[in-house]
């Protein structure tokens, strides 16, 4: 596949003003009318108008309503030009499409009987000839014609407005979207659905109808959804003065959906496991994430769909903008339920982004697919959907907005808007717009739109008892990354604080200050190396650096155990303490990794055992940031740590650890599981949510360690639950401690939602992630293997392919690396079946390998062959290409 280069933009030279569509929807012929008035665009070089297309059959295509001249229409596979005079002209062009053959879910497709679409990045060219690229933005109106009885609800963007009956048991269905947009957002719904439906006003007064629509039968499982939507219209009036500007706003629940949710305008397309929940099929985290998915989706209407982006380059000015969005969201919504203990609510939010940015975008940023936040070049576009544009690109954000605070932030946001909306920018205008409205130079910021890698920060302190000075100096170094080896400074800023020996902040007054200040305070490291001097200190201080993880960087600071064991306790910043237990952990657990790898004893150092069961007995401290300062640190996030990656090593090493801090600490996990006051009848509330967490991470432990009073309590929870999260956590920890319950207990939970497809595939991902105990136990790849062939299990749909395969490739290490390899040619026969049939889904679980250079020897040698497998297989789509290529390279 060709490669597409970022500083190749150019504008077209024709553009698509408005666009009328008929669609007669059938299951394997529909046709689609399409009537394009395009204009010339007078900023661009003169040239032939430009069409998309791809998979489609052209039935015809007439220029002003006449055949086109001789000569003057030239058509490729996936692109025809044509040659027009003047500055204006019509097309008509009719495409019959088969929506029952898309199994690629890109284009108009089939789920459950309905027709659903997804566009972006490229998906419109499935559905008719287009200039399909977000800088063309047309005004839409949308005919829906077909059967009632199959699809008796036919949604468009916009605002419907005309509807009625056809002959021969049809009907139809007129949509007109009133702002001009990218295809991208273009989307259509044609099923039997029924709606939630609630009527609000905006801020100035305006009544809105909004609307949740699912299959018959969820009905009751739609309200967190739209309150979430609720709650996500107030939060961007209060916050950013942004108020929903349709007179309709439609959320749509799909149950093969390639990705999370699509923010077409006016008519959200969700897959269903972010719209669906009730107690007894959803967790708490599902309640989380639904939020969460609901409000970034809103958010888009603003960032994304009224400013969009110029090119696919600029994927991260909506994304990662509209993820910080998402996160400053949540953490409000959680402060503002935890009243008094508002910080620590949002510290606990803090920790789970970071928590996934460790997890997915550092190895991301260390493998062959290192890219900037803003890509210079891909093949596929869709491979670009990634960890760094979403993750990382949200961290950039954030760090702007620490570094203007939220005013000066809010002022470049307005601006932003101000200047472009309605247009289809770039990456540079808004870093332009927030410069502008702070009179603040951010060209060296905008390094960070550019740079691949996590940096390194490395932090050295140097103490005068003399003169009281605490000297800090701050060096960066970003290593290179492929095809970028050359790293320039990063502005990156440091939230700083220092410890006293008492515990407590001090007040921090740097050399040349008159007098002392705040106990955190941001420092802003823009050179290579640069240095502070704190003065006016009585003791020698204990530096807490990178705070609330002001940056996305790896922060290299020696401290010894001692050291971790103080800021554990005393930290007050709570993102820091929950940091210091992850790094002592970290140490611990890559010390036994070490040693399993050598064959040496296994033993766990008692300070660190002390330092764990402070935090444990620490009630003062919030339920949900205890739950997190006690579980360990990520596999994923280990393995990038661990030098050469040993899986199978570092395994052992985990349920060693764990098995041990549950016996020694066997009776505070009990009394603790005693102790906290259980919430009554089951409410999402992220209060209660905190103290089911910290049950069910205690239930692990128990089981982990088999203490037989601790088994028995989950298995007691798991048969009494009144909710899918205690029912759910209970056998989570009954099936990962590898007890002889487990198993009754998985077949007694399928029974139970054999007919729930989002509860089966908690069930599924459960057992392909679940650890195995004695080596005489069923290997997980086998287990896997099997349960391919459940008649619950699917490989066209998404969801169940990343619950089964997904958690074994990804979220199963340990299980997955096997050194005789077959867990690797499992893998290159999924991605290959894979492919033929849903290239995006395949390309995901292809990339489950990319870092494979750094395992063991046995491992690497055992993966190549598999790679090149892959790489060698017929029909093999340009999306699996570009990864398998990158990995081999
Ligand atoms: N634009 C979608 C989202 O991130 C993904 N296709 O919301
Ligand atoms: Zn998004």
Redesign the pocket.
Known sequence: APTIQRTDYAPLAWTVRRIDLHFALDPQATVVTSRLACARNPEAAPGPLLLDGEALETLSLTIGGLDPAPGAVRRGETRIEIDVEGDEVELEIVTRINPQANTTLSGLYRSRGGYFTQCEAEGFRRITWFPDRPDVMARFSVTLEGDKAVCPVLLSNGNLVEEGDLPDGRHYARWEDPFPKPSYLFALVAADLVALERRELTASGREVLLQVWVERGNLDRCEHAMESLVHAMRWDEETFGLELDLDRFMIVAVSDFNMGAM?NKGLNIFNAKYVLAKPDTATDVDYEHIESVVA??YF?NWT?NRVTCRDWFQLTL??GL??FRDQQFSADMLARAAGAEGDSARAVKRIDDVRVLRAAQFPEDAGPMAHPIRPERYQEINNFYTATVYEKGAEVIRMLHTLLGPEGFRNGMDLYFSYHDGQAVTCDDFVEAMSEANGRDLDQFMRWYAQAGTPRVAARGGWDAADGSYTLTLTQHTPPTPGQTEKLPLVIPVAVGLIGPDGADLPLQLEGEAAPGATTRVLELNAESRQWRFVGLSAEPVPSLLRGFSAPVILELEEDDARLAFRMANDSDAFNRWDAAQRYAERVLLELGAAAAEGRALGVPVAFVEAFARLLRDDRLDPAFRAQALALPGEGYLLERMQPADPAALRTAQIYLGAELGRVLAADWLALTEGLVEPGEYRYHPADAGRRALINLALRYLCAARVPAGTGLARRRFESASNMTDRFGALAALVHGALPEAEGALAAFYERYRDDALVLDKWFALQAGAWRRDAGATPVLERVRALLGDPGFSLSNPNKVYALLGSFFRANPGEFHLADGSGYAFWADQVIALDAANPQVAARMARALENWRRFTPVLREAVRPQLERVRAAEGLSPDVGEIVAKALE
Do not use: A, D, L, N
Request: net charge negative; glycine share 12%; charged share 45%.
């Open positions: 923010e970034h989706e888009h994304g909506k994304e509209t993820v």
